[in-house]
Structures are given as structure tokens and as C-alpha cells.
């Protein structure tokens, strides 16, 4: 009885095999995710140079230099007001000069690719696509010296407040002095920090580097115009 009820039930069970689509379909599956998994993992992070580059060096630029013009007349003046002048004079004259630079450095990178892609057409090496779509691309992929001369001034002025603001509230001399320090410090590891993050590059390296060359650049600052405030010239 058991011997027919199971012969019975082998012939009612139905085996259904794959069909041709079926196997197309996950192959293709399969293709897409590890194309999606490639993608990932050889992501060119240098793509990321040129926004990374006007925004973490705007920033170590304006921080470096507004806080060594600070410790330089701090080294022959002791009054606040004329650190904070000082320093307020380099974030101005240093957001206008990185604007101006970047807009005319991005600008010759713009004349540069539109006179490139001009000759390209000419020679037909371009594939032909709807006309629209192919310039709304063009568009989208070429400099924009506005938004990087932008980009580049705001970024020196945030660096630039930090020793203005660290310098703002203290009275005392060699206090003040010492809190620049300080917070140009912390700045500059935060800025090394950021940097090798958003590049995937090593970050103590990266940090140390943007570190020693902060504290050689104000050091150096700070020692000639004592030197040179000393004597009397």
C-alpha cells in the first residue's frame, strides 16, 4: 500500500526545468550585480581632485596665512586691535586674490575644453546623439569658473576665522598668542583629517604634513619680523 502511494506521488510530482529566459535572466542578474560590485570598488577617487582641491587647500591657505600675518605683527605689536585688523586684512586680500585665480585658472580650463570639443566635431569623432541631450551633457561636464572662484573665496574665509575668532575675546598678550596656536592646531589636523578622508588617502600622513608645514609657515612669520622689528629697520 505505502509502495503505491509513493509511486503515486512521484507521478503527480511535476519537475519543471529552467527555460532559456530563465537562464538569460539571471545571468544578467548575476552580470549587474557584479558590475554594480566593480563600480564600487574601482571608484576613481581622483575624480574628486579638483572640488577637494579648491576646498581643503582654500581653507588650510586662508587658515595658514591669516593666523602667521596675526603671529607676525603679533611678534612687534601687542595690541588686539591691530592683530585683528591685520588678520582681517589677509582673509579680504586672500579671498579676493584665491577667487581671482581660481575663476582665471578654471576659465583657461574651460576655453581650453570648448576649443577641444570644437575640434572634435570637426573631425567627426564624436558619436552622433540627440542634439539636445548631447549638449545638456556638454553642459553638465564642463568647469564652471563662477562656481570654483566661489567655491575657492568662501573656503579661504572659513579658514581665516578661526584665528580671527580665537583672537577676538583675549586681552592678555602671550595668552593670545598661545590660543592661536592652539586653535590653528586643531585646524589644521581637522583640515588634514578631512582631506585624506574624502581623497582615501593614509590620514595621519596627510595630517601631519598640512600640521608641520602650518606651524613652519606662522614659526617662520613670527621669527623674521621679530627679527626685523628688533632691529629697527
Known amino acids: 500500500m505505502s509502495s503505491n502511494q509513493a509511486s503515486l506521488n512521484l507521478n503527480q510530482a511535476k519537475f519543471v526545468l529552467p527555460t532559456n529566459d530563465d537562464l538569460e535572466q539571471q545571468q544578467q542578474q548575476a552580470t549587474t550585480t557584479l558590475e554594480i560590485e566593480s563600480d564600487e570598488d574601482t571608484f576613481d577617487y581622483s575624480k574628486r581632485s579638483q572640488w577637494l582641491r579648491a576646498a ?4 588650510n591657505d586662508g587658515l595658514v596665512s591669516t593666523a602667521s600675518i596675526m603671529m607676525g605683527v603679533g611678534a612687534v605689536k601687542h595690541d588686539i586691535k591691530a592683530m585683528i585688523l591685520s588678520g582681517f ?68 574665509s572659513v579658514g581665516a576665522m578661526v584665528p580671527l575668532l580665537a583672537a ?9 598668542l598661545g590660543v592661536i596656536v592652539a586653535a590653528v592646531t586643531f585646524a589644521l589636523v581637522v583640515f588634514g583629517w578631512l582631506g585624506a578622508v574624502l581623497g582615501k588617502a593614509p590620514v595621519l600622513r596627510s595630517a601631519l604634513r598640512v600640521l608641520f608645514g602650518g606651524w613652519m609657515a606662522m614659526a617662520i612669520t613670527f621669527g623674521l619680523t621679530k627679527l626685523i622689528g628688533s632691529s629697527a629697520l
Open 89 to 156: 586684512a589677509g582673509l579680504v586680500a586672500g579671498a579676493c586674490s584665491m577667487a581671482i585665480g581660481e575663476f582665471v585658472s578654471v576659465y583657461s580650463q574651460l576655453d581650453i575644453e570648448v576649443a577641444q570639443r570644437k575640434r572634435e566635431k570637426e573631425r567627426g569623432q564624436r558619436r552622433v546623439r540627440d542634439p539636445e541631450e548631447d549638449t545638456n551633457e556638454e553642459k553638465e561636464s564642463l568647469p564652471n569658473p563662477l562656481q570654483a572662484a566661489a567655491a575657492s573665496a568662501l573656503a579661504f
Open 56 to 59: 581643503v587647500l582654500g581653507a
Open 168 to 176: 577676538s575675546f583675549i586681552r592678555e598678550y602671550k595668552v593670545r
